[in-house]
């Protein structure tokens, strides 16, 4: 039975076609054959000594399920309320993959499910404040690429615990230094680190003339 036919007359000579599946054939295997007719016998019709064959043969193996993987974050990992996630999930399929899911189950504004379509596969969310005390299950799925009946596996499931945020920011003033003089009219050039163990949400700033010296 004769899968598919395609004829070149310029380069490059590359082609790709969808494997049958072993129900579609009377055998495990397919058999491409390839001919390849010179200038010369083209014009002149003449094959004895210008055409060039070849075949191969290619065994036809079942199409497997895919695999899907929570690599990032492990499994019981501990976070503080605010904190932004970063799921990293390792998917992969003999063929190829159409989709990746990431659900989001336990959050207390609702379930969330994030998707996918290129690698790497990277979701992010945030956990909203309030959920302390109450563990984020994470659960990826994947969706194998098909031309029809595509089948969807799932990945181990990632528990995170969460705990209220109790550690304040930190700020230090990197510019002036302590005891700098600044010329009357001149540009006073002033500048902050501020961190905090989960976001630092704003940074304010005062500038206060001490014009009495009580501090």
């Known amino acids: 039975k004769l899968i598919e036919s395609r004829r070149f007359e310029k380069g490059p000579y590359t082609f790709s076609f969808y494997a049958p599946t072993q129900a579609e054939l009377n055998n495990d295997t397919i058999r491409i054959d390839v001919e390849a007719l010179d200038s010369y016998g083209q014009k002149y019709n003449d094959v004895d000594n210008h055409l060039a064959k070849e075949s191969i043969t290619l065994p036809i193996v079942a199409d497997q399920a895919p695999v899907a993987e929570i690599a990032f974050p492990q499994n019981n990992a501990n976070y503080i309320e605010g904190q932004t996630v970063l799921t990293q999930v390792v998917a992969s399929d003999d063929v190829g993959i159409d989709n990746v899911s990431l659900q989001v189950k336990g959050l207390v504004g609702g379930d969330l499910t994030l998707s996918d379509g290129k690698y790497p596969y990277e979701f992010v969310f945030k956990i909203p404040f309030g ?85």
Do not use: C, M, W
């Open 131 to 215: 959920q302390t005390g109450k563990d984020i299950e994470l659960l990826a799925t994947v969706t194998e690429h098909r031309k029809e009946n595509a089948r969807t596996s799932f990945s181990n499931k990632t528990k995170l615990h969460v705990s209220k945020d109790t550690t304040a920011p930190t700020i230090s003033i990197i510019n002036p230094q302590q005891g700098v003089t600044v010329t009357e009219h001149g540009r006073l050039k002033y500048a902050v680190d501020a961190t905090d163990n989960v976001e630092v949400s704003s940074v304010n700033t005062q500038l206060v003339y001490d014009f009495n010296n009580d501090g």
